[in-house]
T-cell receptor, first 113, second 112 residues
């Protein structure tokens, strides 16, 4: 079954404690991205990756890092989380960047206190 | 720069009634257009997309959308909704080779 798997689904952490949200896809997709979803703002792209070792900033990259060492994995790293990063996060993958369907993970609800 | 406007944040409707969810976009280049649906506690799922060709696009679950270039709109419609259609719906545009840009979402609430 084609899927994008995120872990964890829910996470509560304290300000400044580094955390990683994992994302893995089994469709051999080249393009992967991270979004955050906030009420009234829709989804905003944080980072994206065109392929292994190729990443770039999206619209709201501040406070986040990513890496793409393998094609299937695209972890999101918060080196020093702050309360304004409390949000619902989605990982997505697609065959390429233009015009094809994006597959989304189930989401990770992060609360930073 | 491109933007997507979903004019209604919430749309309440009775079961079996028709519904239209509105989406307008602005872009300086040609775009691809999408509608995604998000059921409670789930990720986004593609409903339908417009890439080229016929301006009337049919998607899953009986939804359809019409691309209107002159009005820069891509409204989503369904002639008869079910309780199971209760969800949040996102319009998105893909301008050229840039990333998907999403609207703020419309929460469809279907009442019995």
């Amino acid at each position: 079954e084609a899927q994008v798997t995120q872990n964890p689904r829910y996470l509560i952490t304290v300000t400044g404690k580094k955390l990683t949200v994992t994302c893995s896809q089994n469709m051999n997709h080249e393009y992967m991205s991270w979004y955050r979803q906030d009420p009234g703002l829709g989804l905003r792209q944080i980072y994206y990756s065109m392929n292994v070792e190729v990443t770039d900033k999206g619209d709201v990259p501040e406070g986040y890092k990513v890496s793409r060492k393998e094609k299937r994995n695209f972890p999101l790293i918060l080196e020093s989380p702050s309360p304004n990063q409390t949000s619902l996060y989605f990982c997505a993958s697609s065959r390429d960047r233009g015009g094809t369907e994006a597959f989304f993970g189930q989401g990770t609800r992060l609360t930073v206190v | 720069a491109q933007s997507v406007t979903q004019l209604d944040s919430q749309v309440p409707v009775f079961e079996e009634a028709p519904v239209e969810l509105r989406c307008n976009y602005s872009s300086s280049v040609s775009v691809y257009l999408f509608w995604y649906v998000q059921y409670p506690n789930q990720g986004l799922q593609l409903l339908l997309k417009y890439l080229s060709g016929s301006t009337l696009v049919k998607g899953i679950n009986g939804f359809e959308a019409e691309f209107n270039k002159s009005q820069t709109s891509f409204h989503l419609r369904k002639p008869s909704v079910h309780i199971s259609d209760t969800a949040e719906y996102f319009c998105a545009v893909l301008p050229g080779r840039r990333a998907l840009t999403f609207g703020s979402g419309t929460r469809l609430q279907v009442q019995p």
